[in-house]
């Protein structure tokens, strides 16, 4: 049984300012050790629960944030950008019985702790066939289409209720509690590690890969907070204007979809000026 952790930061215990996730911060030195205990109390989690392999990918940021020099030693970590499937690379090879989501967070434009949905800011709504879509549902949506259940969900308490819209089965494990966007009510690490632990080794028997969904086309749109922004987007074969701050594109699978996805979002990220957006 191989289980593959995307690792996101935002929703890690104690996080909860933008420093604490903005690399080549004291903050985020900091954070990164909360960041990567969450991460090996998923792994002893597995483990103990008769997991055989366990691949981390790093899915924050510059996706080089975990220290691996203090993980369990039993897994084995993917970094680094400038990957095929970004946030859930990996999946695709067809070993992979199920997949965790840690350190995730709410979409953006919703409650939740550094809510956001791929970009920090820019970005104010995503939807797919008109379903409010958080990093969690999108990559769900590209799990699904390899057979890959999502077995655990750990972040704020507003993230694990955005599992049970796309993966109700799944265990999820609360670190904090939403007060705002930059601030939360926090567990200390020793109990959020017990508590991930726990339910890692309990979502074990949910690894169990099904027949890949056939379930589009999708229909994706985004929400921008500038208009100059749908010009950026636009620029990408397939995407239209669909209102003044708004693009929409169709997918015939998620796989794509996600690949338009991070192709629009690029462009967008290099429309922004540094004061005005």
């Known amino acids: 049984?191989?289980?593959?952790?995307?690792?996101?930061?935002?929703?890690?215990?104690?996080?909860?300012?933008?420093?604490?996730?903005?690399?080549?911060?004291?903050?985020?030195?900091?954070?990164r050790r909360l960041f990567t205990s969450d991460v090996s109390a998923a792994v002893a989690g597995f483990f103990a629960g008769g997991a055989d392999e366990v691949l981390i990918n790093e899915a924050h940021w510059t996706m080089r944030n975990l220290l691996l020099e203090e993980l369990d030693e039993r897994a084995v970590m993917l970094t680094g950008k400038h990957k095929s499937l970004s946030m859930v690379e990996g999946v695709q090879h067809g070993d992979v019985d199920g997949i965790a989501f840690v350190g995730y967070h709410t979409g953006a434009g919703t409650e939740g702790v550094l809510a956001h949905t791929y970009l920090a800011n820019s970005i104010t709504g995503v939807w797919v066939d008109g379903v409010p879509a958080s990093e969690g549902r999108l990559n769900s949506l590209v799990v699904a289409e390899y057979g890959v259940p999502v077995v655990l969900v750990t972040g704020d308490d507003r993230t694990c209720e955005d599992a049970k819209g796309y993966a109700p089965e799944a265990r999820s494990v609360a670190v904090k509690d939403y007060v705002s966007r930059y601030a939360a009510v926090c567990r200390t690490p020793a109990r959020t590690a017990a508590d991930i632990r726990a339910a890692a080794r309990e979502a074990v028997p949910l690894a169990v890969r099904h027949e890949p969904a056939q379930a589009g086309p999708f229909t994706v749109e985004l929400e921008f907070d500038a208009e100059h922004l749908v010009g950026a987007a636009t620029v990408v074969p397939g995407v239209e204007r669909s209102g003044v701050r708004r693009v929409a594109y169709t997918s015939p699978t998620m796989y794509e979809g996600i690949r338009c996805f991070k192709a629009v979002t690029t462009l967008v990220s290099a429309a922004v000026e540094e004061q005005y957006g």
């Open 1 to 31: 049984m191989k289980i593959l952790i995307s690792a996101d930061m935002e929703g890690a215990t104690g996080v909860t300012w933008p420093a604490d996730v903005l690399p080549g911060t004291p903050q985020w030195e900091r954070c």
